[in-house]
């Protein structure tokens, strides 16, 4: 019973389905299961992170013993306030949880347990999520397949359940919904008749190819090649829509017809002390014009692989012009000129600038982080790729304190206020106890994608595996395993007195290139091999 007198069943972790109920009543009696994701400040059952969604079961009781749990509806949720019954007991109450059905591919394990626990959050999150469509929560009056929700985590879900079905049959949701005249919706199934957000629409050519290099297997390129090349043509031609009242910089751009300036955009999303809403309604032209080049080198590759050469030609071309338009708006002097840090990571993780203008981005986006007291301000769409930048330039002790930080805003500042999964906001929860936003929010998940790629180091591309480790003697161990299409691939390292042993197991029938820090390069046959 809580200080409100409410009676609660606590299932210890947030989720998404139903609760059975085991009970015998009084004929006619009535009962109500009320659901909530968390408690507030004092305590106090708390459904208000659910807003206007009343996420209500009521049952008429026969008298005699009963199972009772709803059909045709699910709810998200930790905690249950019930009514209308005094005695409770645990054994009344089960929580079942629901999802699609995906076979998990990945697990990750480490010498810190709260990563482990920002592990499991992350899979909790993907599972409560992806249920027929990828929702962005499970729990509220929202619901929504958010295109880039999904986009941002796409990678990331990929280690750890399988998601080619899953993602397969929602593009085709997405190429239904879409259409040269609006270009593709923010949310599929399109609900809301809002369309063509950068990087939340660019997710219908970026999911399809993250699936192609997962798996492999070209039909959900050709089955979506006709959508990517409407939304594509879309984008060209809001390209060449120039406003009369922009900025001077914009108009003296010399490839401002492949510069983004007009459509409502979402930008970052959620970054730590930004209004969102307000930067929504700021033209967004870096994030969009990116995003422009972005999907062209994808799309270019694309047309190559499904046999069209001269659309591949068209598309490298567009992308490239893009790139040179967002250069001339984003870098001045060899330099990005930018407090936050996710214009750093975008321009970086894109392929914007060129390698010494990369290293001096790193470097600048190094400093930015230890200015920050190693604290990110990045949002949705850079937080996936701020830890992988930072490694991959030799910033790794960086990029280690950054996934450690156990202060807001911060990964494990979420495992230390208790999350079983991961937040919409930075501050979901506050240093007061105060809730706010979804608690069940997958995107900022994503960071798990560098636990396998870069804390572990597991790549696999076209088949080929390699592995290229990043240790950090910020941690004892670190060890991932990705159930792969081509078999089972581990990697583990361990960090005794300031030096690393490494432990790698290849799967049969395939071999594998492994780089380690220390410079040394092995092209290793199938089995385990140790370093």
Not at 287 to 310: C, D, H, K, W
Not at 383 to 409: K, N, S, W
Request: proline letters at 4%.
């Amino acid at each position: 019973t809580d200080p409100a007198g409410n009676h609660l069943v606590d299932f210890g972790q947030n989720l998404t389905g139903l609760v059975e109920i085991k009970v015998k009543g009084e004929k006619g009696q009535k009962i109500a299961i009320r659901h909530a994701e968390t408690l507030d400040q004092n305590g106090v059952f708390y459904p208000d992170t659910l807003r206007t969604a009343v996420s209500r079961d009521t049952y008429i009781l026969n008298g005699e013993e009963q199972v009772l749990m709803p059909h045709f509806t699910f709810h998200g949720f930790r905690y249950i306030a019930v009514e209308g019954m005094e005695a409770l007991s645990p054994d009344m109450f089960t929580a079942c949880v629901m999802h699609s059905d995906m076979k998990k591919t990945g697990s990750f394990h480490c010498s810190n347990e709260a990563v482990n626990r920002l592990q499991s959050n992350i899979e909790w999150g993907l599972r409560d999520n992806f249920f027929d469509i990828p929702s962005d929560c499970p729990q509220r009056d929202e619901r929504l397949g958010w295109m880039g929700d999904a986009q941002v985590f796409s990678w990331t879900a990929a280690f750890n359940r399988n998601t080619a079905l899953f993602f397969s049959k929602w593009m085709r949701d997405v190429a239904v919904a879409s259409s040269l005249e609006e270009g593709v919706p923010h949310v599929v199934p399109d609900i809301q008749g809002t369309y063509s957000s950068a990087a939340w629409s660019d997710a219908a050519v970026i999911i399809p190819w993250v699936v192609y290099q997962t798996y492999g297997d070209v039909r959900i390129l050709e089955e979506n090649y006709a959508m990517m090349q409407k939304w594509y043509a879309f984008l060209e031609g809001r390209a060449k829509d120039n406003p009369e009242d922009a900025a001077e910089l914009m108009k003296q751009n010399p490839y401002r017809d492949h510069t983004i300036e007009t459509g409502v955009d979402y930008g970052e999303w959620c970054e730590p002390d930004v209004d969102s809403t307000s930067a929504m309604r700021t033209p967004q032209q870096k994030v969009a014009t990116a995003y422009f080049a972005r999907s062209g080198q994808m799309l270019a590759e694309i047309a190559q692989i499904l046999g069209n050469p001269e659309d591949a030609e068209h598309y490298r071309i567009t992308a490239e012009n893009a790139g040179k338009a967002f250069h001339y708006i984003a870098v001045q002097d060899g330099r990005i000129h930018s407090d936050r840090q996710a214009e750093y990571v975008r321009a970086i993780t894109f392929e914007l600038l060129t390698e010494e203008e990369k290293r001096q981005a790193a470097d600048d986006l190094n400093r930015l982080v230890q200015q920050n007291d190693y604290h990110l301000n990045t949002g949705f769409l850079s937080t996936p790729h701020l830890c992988a930048v930072l490694a991959d330039h030799g910033y790794v002790e960086t990029a280690y304190r950054l996934l450690l930080q156990d202060t807001m805003p911060g990964w494990l500042y979420q495992v230390k206020k208790g999350a079983t999964t991961i937040w919409e906001t930075w501050d979901g929860i506050n240093e007061e106890g105060v809730p706010s936003a979804s608690l069940n929010h997958y995107s900022k998940g994503a960071v798990t994608g560098w636990l396998f790629e870069g804390v572990c180091g597991i790549h696999l591309v076209d088949g080929k595996i390699e592995i290229k480790p990043q240790p950090c003697s910020m941690l004892d161990y670190a060890k991932a395993v990705y159930h792969s299409p081509v078999g089972d691939i581990e990697s583990g390292w361990h960090c005794e007195g300031g030096k690393f042993s490494y432990e790698f197991v290849i799967p049969a029938n395939t071999s594998a290139d492994i780089i380690l820090p220390d410079g040394r390069k092995e092209h290793v046959a199938a089995g385990k091999h140790c370093f």
